[in-house]
């Protein structure tokens, strides 16, 4: 049967539309788009002319877009970074986030009157604003009167105005509509229905139903997406099909039949955009979960990629900027997927399986097959475990979603029914973290792979192959169980990592983000942990790739989260002696979070204490006797009082910093002024904050930066970079090479990255 492809041409006429005034200038995007429908038309072809007629449509509406933003008074604040008085309405909930300088709240709003320069605009234009903890109570919908400097915001292109750094707290001049105030209390009634179950209940059933991932636990949200299971972290198509689907279950129940079913859905459906927010991502959800109802009913195949087509026209009509977004490009792929790959794949699998088997197999192997280019290209790895942790945790999703749901509803007129009612929802949430941490925790649940155009490129020829190849392997059970089985062998069995560690490596810069996590070969399987870094994974992954099972001693220079936070992954699986860590317990919730980790209380590190360590030499260089043991909380103090330790391994002389600051540092510089070194590892990251004839003056030839790729701290700084390298020092960075080693050769000294 030869498939009508009008519609999904209309949609892939329209991506691409929406992509060239993403990356293109907009009159070059117009004139490419107009050359198109010129040369459809001559070659008077509908489905081309179709096609190129909605990537004009979508390049048109960017353009209009674009337009008021770049050009007019309001975009000369922008430009001039003025300081303004503004009336906002609000459009997203508050969030925290980690700042450069601190942590901030993020909202965003849309701008309807600016007073800047001695006069007054009235326009609509979005805008993101950057704030305070005294915004975190705003509620959506509100409308504030706010002032602060307008200024151009990089990080969102052509999509906002620009981002607007607010002075003071929120003044509120009206609440939220009705529909808000009723959709913020069905969502804070989804959250108490659960709050006597346990931690990851309570958090994991909001973001299941609406998408509310608010105070999900970062190791809880890693190991989801390692196994593939990230989809249900955020509001997503599966979400408004299960919600809405039950809703018409409901109304078939009740009586509900013909035109009256239509209207159920469409109340349904604005009903969940409410509660889940009118944020983009939402209302993309919801187009693709429409198309999924649409899919499951009669001629669902057809009908379905018909409307897939129609709904990708629609939404970037809508907004443009969505075509360059990660979720809605696994959206499209996931849906597209179901609805042309898995029947194919289904109906081979039926030749030896039931069909409800081959049914259940074949949609999240199509997803994935689908979405695995772009996974690849956003998280820098391939899981292997995804499909058989969706197909495990299938059966948890739905109670999870719709009595969670119910729960809330239920709970709007008395909490504790509500919170019966929920309580299966958070039993199957339960099974669900079970899938997740069991499956992260295999030994190749997933693969690292890397973000560049070449490595993109050969996972993308990969998912074409298994397409093309996929309903001849599925046909017959030969194949079809041979396949399986080498993948569960695969993912059972650790692989080795040829060539790593080298012999004779004395020091290991682990690739951990944005963080420190460095290791000292203390002989045969062992080793000294200067650093946990942020991850525990991260870190127990480097370990396991150095092949070290005893850690004697471990070393936390400082308490942020970006040295402590992995301390649980050296942990795992080893046996591990002493724990040293700083005189000043600052932050206090990072000290309190090392101290709920280990079994016995830290040692503090001593001044001057010289030690052998396996085959490591050890001296304590900082702190000073007597320092601070409480900091202001202003993260400096913190990092200044950062044990700095001298060590010796094969015959190498490494300056382990921290993030130790310009005071300390030229406290060093005058307390060992002679001081010189082989390989230093920068301190802080790199950051311009530093004492560079302190950093010179050491002679080292090999320089370290422990940094994150693409970190918004500017790290490292350029300048310190150049410094160190005018002295003659190689600088190794783990944002450029991966995991680094430091090797000792009869020469002196070797590296070599991994990355």
């Not at 450069?100 to 605009?121: E, I, K, Q």
């Not at 196994?227 to 198509?237: E, K, Q, R």
């Not at 749901?405 to 958070?426: E, F, I, N, S």
């Not at 996590?517 to 790739?545: F, M, Q």
Request: charged share 15%.
């Amino acid at each position: 049967m030869v498939r009508d492809l009008r519609l999904p041409l209309l949609g892939v006429g329209a991506w691409s539309g929406g992509l060239a005034a993403a990356g293109l200038p907009a009159w070059l995007s117009l004139a490419l788009a107009l050359l198109a429908l010129g040369v459809a038309a001559c070659a008077r072809s509908w489905p081309a002319l179709a096609c190129a007629i909605a990537a004009l449509a979508v390049v048109a509406v960017a353009t209009l877009r674009v337009a008021p933003f770049g050009t007019g008074p309001v975009a000369d604040l922008v430009a001039q970074r003025a300081v303004v008085s503004a009336r906002v309405s609000i459009t997203s909930d508050p969030r925290a986030v980690a700042g450069r300088f601190g942590d901030l709240v993020v909202v965003r709003g849309t701008l309807t009157h600016v007073t800047g320069r001695g006069a007054t605009y009235s326009l609509r234009a979005p805008v993101v604003l950057l704030a305070d903890d005294a915004w975190l109570a705003v509620r959506l919908g509100s409308e504030v009167r706010v002032s602060g400097r307008l200024a151009p915001d990089d990080g969102h292109g052509a999509a906002v105005l620009g981002v607007l750094s607010v002075r003071g707290p929120p003044v509120v001049e009206s609440g939220p509509d009705a529909w808000w105030r009723a959709a913020a209390a069905v969502r804070t009634s989804i959250r108490e229905s659960v709050a006597p179950r346990g931690e990851h209940a309570r958090e994991l059933v909001p973001s299941l139903v609406v998408g509310d991932d608010s105070g999900l636990d970062p190791a809880l949200a890693e190991d989801f997406r390692t196994t593939g299971l990230t989809h249900l972290l955020a509001v997503s198509g599966t979400n408004l099909t299960l919600l809405v689907g039950f809703l018409l279950i409901v109304g078939r129940w009740c009586g509900v039949r013909g035109r009256w079913t239509y209207a159920l859905a469409a109340l349904g459906i604005v009903g969940f955009v409410l509660i889940a927010r009118t944020e983009p991502s939402v209302v993309r959800a919801a187009a693709m979960g429409t198309v999924a109802l649409i899919g499951m009913g009669s001629n669902g195949r057809e009908r379905g990629t018909r409307c897939l087509g129609a709904a990708v026209f629609a939404l970037l009509l809508v907004d443009p900027g969505l075509a360059v977004t990660a979720g809605f490009a696994l959206s499209v792929l996931a849906t597209g997927g179901i609805l042309f790959l898995a029947p194919t794949w289904r109906d081979a699998m039926t030749r030896w399986l039931p069909r409800w088997v081959a049914e259940a197999v074949s949609v999240p192997l199509a997803a994935q097959v689908a979405c695995t280019p772009v996974v690849t290209a956003i998280s820098g790895q391939i899981s292997l475990v995804a499909v058989i942790a969706n197909l495990l945790a299938a059966p948890a999703v739905a109670p999870a979603t719709v009595l969670g749901l119910a729960g809330g509803l239920v709970g709007l007129l008395w909490t504790p029914l509500g919170q019966v009612v929920a309580a299966p929802a958070a039993w199957s949430v339960s099974w669900i973290v079970v899938v997740a941490q069991r499956g992260a925790a295999l030994p190749t649940a997933a693969v690292e792979w890397g973000t560049g155009p070449v490595a993109l490129a050969v996972v993308t020829l990969g998912c074409v192959a298994v397409v093309v190849s996929a309903p001849r392997l599925l046909r017959s059970p030969v194949t079809g169980v041979g396949c399986s089985v080498l993948l569960v062998v695969t993912v059972l069995t650790r692989p080795p990592t040829p060539g790593w560690p080298t012999a004779g490596w004395v020091l290991a810069m682990c690739d951990v983000g944005q963080g420190d996590a460095l290791v000292l070969n203390a002989g045969a399987g062992a080793g000294v942990v200067v650093d946990a870094g942020p991850d525990p994974e991260l870190i127990d992954r480097c370990l396991d790739r150095l092949e070290i099972t005893h850690v004697p001693l471990v070393v936390l220079t400082h308490f942020h989260a970006d040295h402590v936070d992995g301390l649980s992954g050296v942990l795992e699986d080893r046996t591990v002696g002493e724990v040293d860590v700083t005189s000043m317990v600052d932050p206090p919730q990072g000290a309190a979070a090392v101290g709920r980790t280990l079994a016995a209380p830290p040692v503090v590190a001593a001044y001057g204490l010289t030690r052998e360590v396996g085959a490591v030499r050890l001296q304590t260089l900082w702190p000073l006797p007597g320092a601070p043991t409480a900091g202001v909380g202003d993260g400096s103090a913190a990092n200044d009082a950062s044990v700095v330790l001298l060590a010796q391994v094969g015959g190498v002389r490494i300056l382990l910093t921290g993030d130790i600051e310009p005071p300390g540092q030229l406290a060093l510089r005058r307390t060992l002024p002679d001081l010189a070194v082989d390989v230093l590892k920068v301190p802080h990251h790199g950051s311009r904050h530093q004492d560079l004839d302190f950093l010179t003056g050491l002679r080292a030839r090999l320089a370290l930066v422990s940094v994150g790729a693409d970190n918004d701290y500017g790290h490292p700084d350029p300048g310190v970079v150049t410094a160190l390298t005018q002295t003659g020092a190689v600088v190794r960075r783990t944002d450029l090479d991966g995991d680094v080693l430091v090797l000792a050769t009869d020469d002196g000294i070797a590296v070599r990255g991994r990355g």
